[in-house]
T-cell receptor, first 119, second 114 residues
């Protein structure tokens, strides 16, 4: 099956600093990548959708200047949380999909997630 | 996005079948029914998907009502490793991109007793 990795798996940072999270598709070309956020005991919330080589589309209520998304290649997307604050502490999960998927439909393959803690 | 309704939680015994229901009365003709599951502190994992016909794979079976307003995920023999939150999600078919956004609800927390 398709494998998606995320790095780092955990990060702790001080308030006001920026944190970059990488999402890689290891064995397929991901034309579309998605970024989700999940707070404790809540469901995943889609933050943005990014297509390779173009600007990300953000969901309503998600600040695009705070959550910078770059999808420069077919195997890598990055999410940068700028000027992080304690309320940004969350579980960030990426997913990737490619054209002509295994199952004849563009499935999303999820990464293992990144736990961000802002002190 | 078309919404789904699932029970908050279900309980099963190990090695017994589990039937996880999902109601989606506002499903459109092009919506696929997807099931994902999420183990604690992990990203979601694809389980199965279907459109109109029942589907089987190595993980589970998906039974879709004739009117497509409900579906049931069937785990034939639950194991302790199947304990997870199961999400039933509707998403449009097509060539991907924004057509394929997944909107996660609260899902069903499945507990498997040894």
């Amino acid at each position: 099956g398709a494998v998606v990795s995320q790095h780092p798996s955990r990060v702790i940072c001080k308030s006001g600093t920026s944190v970059k999270i990488e999402c890689r598709s290891l064995d397929f070309q991901a034309t579309t990548m998605f970024w989700y956020r999940q707070f404790p005991k809540q469901s995943l919330m889609l933050m943005a959708t990014s297509n390779e080589g173009s600007k990300a589309t953000y969901e309503q209520g998600v600040e695009k200047d705070k959550f910078l998304i770059n999808h420069a290649s077919l195997t890598l997307s990055t999410l940068t949380v700028t000027s992080a604050h304690p309320e940004d502490s969350s579980f960030y999960i990426c997913s990737a999909s490619g054209t002509g998927g295994w199952r004849g439909l563009n499935e999303q393959f999820f990464g293992p997630g990144t736990r961000l803690t802002v002190l | 996005d078309a919404k789904t309704t699932q029970p908050n939680s279900m309980e099963s015994n190990e090695e017994e079948p589990v039937h996880l229901p999902c109601n989606h009365s506002t499903i459109s003709g092009t919506d696929y029914i997807h099931w994902y599951r999420q183990l604690p502190s992990q990203g979601p994992e694809y389980v199965i998907h279907g459109l109109t016909s029942n589907v089987n794979n190595r993980m589970a079976s998906l039974a879709i009502a004739e009117d497509r307003k409900s579906s049931t995920l069937i785990l034939h023999r639950a194991t302790l490793r199947d304990a997870a939150v199961y999400y039933c999600i509707l998403s449009g078919g097509g060539s991907g991109g924004s057509n394929y956004k997944l909107t996660f609800g609260k899902g069903t927390l499945l507990t498997v007793n040894p």
